[in-house]
């Protein structure tokens, strides 16, 4: 019922969060890393999150049916002012130039990080070599 300037969306992934990893560990507590999901060696308990910023985009977008723009809103703008911070979340004159870039799947190929291209993978995305 609420609307998107009134949610949030948060990950507290763990440090192995978007690599290839199978094993990690978890507070010195081995978990295993399966179908995106990590498990004590018990499976019965989740050992913590893997989900990355772009996965809760994309499942907002591709499987919520969320508007692209409310979804970006609701990772961006919406916890930058909730937690009182300033020059952050939006694109605008005066503000951190920080800008990740996605492709229509909802992948990062691009990174900026105050004004300066620190990952770039969209020329070989325009080329349709990705």
Known sequence: MKTDDHICLVTDSLSCAGTSEKTACVGGTP????????????????????????????????????????????????????????????????YDADVVIFDDEVNVIGVILQGEVVVSLLILYKEGNM
């Open 31 to 94: 978990c295993i890393i399966e179908d995106g999901v990590a498990t004590h060696p018990d499976p019965s308990a989740f050992a913590g999150s893997i989900a990355t910023s772009n996965r809760l985009v994309r499942v907002c977008v591709k499987e919520a049916g969320i508007p692209m723009y409310s979804a970006v809103k609701m990772i961006t703008r919406n916890p930058v002012r909730i937690m009182g911070l300033s020059g952050k979340g939006e694109i605008k004159t005066g």
